[in-house]
């Protein structure tokens, strides 16, 4: 990275049974400049906290940003599948432009490359004009599994605010490395999703990806040296499920796992 990230933000995933306000507080008490909010469904029985634009609950989430300082990065998680009717989406991106965010964050779950890079590039249109970008997801058991097959997407895609996002979770459970990484030009990746894992998966995958994370520096994945490695200077969130019980064992292994990010970045 040609500098160090002044912020870190929090992924939902990492307290998803909160909702969007009690996500922005969390975020101020440990110490996450901003946060990711899951306000379209990831996959169906998950949860998820739909928002209306110009409703009562968009009103009450703006003054909760004004509160707590703490700002809204990204909207997730929007699943491109061939049955999806994108203009059902104009709400969502209406929305996260209103709460100032930058971008939304979507995965690929077309078989058809061709089809998924022309939807995608649909949707980069629609987000283009509300000023956000779009961050392309990948995870081993999506169609879009790996670094390379979202660096061919959104790079086939051509649109200027198309970009690739990297959870070192799913880059090396994918069989990504740092040196794919490395090769990426400047520009494509806008933002990393932190968190630590042991060498080899025990166990089932989406179990591990939603609940079975490690603090970073207590696994075994090559984080500093993927930090390292990739170029210009994306964003950073923490996304690792609180383990613990109750609200102040949350907050306890949220800090430390900001603390352990910002040791990796020194």
């Known amino acids: 990275m040609d500098r160090i990230p002044a912020n870190i933000g929090l992924a939902h995933l990492s307290a998803l ?3 969007p306000v009690k996500l922005l507080e969390l975020a101020k008490r440990v110490g996450c400049a901003s ?19 110009d409703s009562p609950e968009l009103f009450v989430l703006k003054k909760g940003i004004a509160a707590t300082g703490v700002a809204v990065s990204e909207v997730e998680l929007v699943p491109l599948a061939a049955e999806l009717d994108v203009t059902t989406l104009d ?28 939807r995608f590039g649909t949707v980069c249109d629609m987000a283009q004009a509300r000023g956000l970008k ?7 058991w999506r169609h879009t599994a790996t670094i390379h ?3 061919e997407v959104v790079e086939g895609a051509g649109r200027a605010n198309g970009r690739v996002l990297i959870d070192l979770l799913h880059l090396f459970r994918s069989g990504g490395t740092v040196e794919d990484v490395a090769a990426l030009s400047e520009g494509l990746v806008d933002l990393v999703q932190v968190c630590d894992a042991t060498a080899k998966l025990e166990g089932d995958i989406i179990a591990e990806a939603s609940g079975g994370r490690l603090v ?9 040296e993927s930090l ?18 109750g609200p102040a064992a949350r907050e306890d292994f949220l ?9 990796l970045l020194d």
């Open 17 to 19: 049974d909160l909702p």
């Open 35 to 53: 946060v990711a909010l899951r306000l379209h469904s990831a996959a169906p029985g998950t949860p998820v906290y739909p928002i209306a634009p």
């Open 91 to 118: 709400p969502l991106l209406d929305v996260a432009a209103d709460l100032g965010a930058t971008g939304m964050i979507v995965t690929g779950d077309i078989a058809d490359r061709n089809l998924l890079v022309d």
């Open 134 to 140: 779009v961050h392309l997801e990948f995870m081993k």
């Open 149 to 151: 097959d979202a660096r």
């Open 216 to 224: 970073p520096g207590d696994g075994a994945l090559p984080l500093s």
């Open 228 to 245: 390292a490695a990739l170029p210009g200077t994306p964003d950073l969130a923490l996304e690792v499920p609180a383990r613990g019980t």
């Open 255 to 263: 800090v430390r796992c900001v603390s352990r990010v910002r040791g």
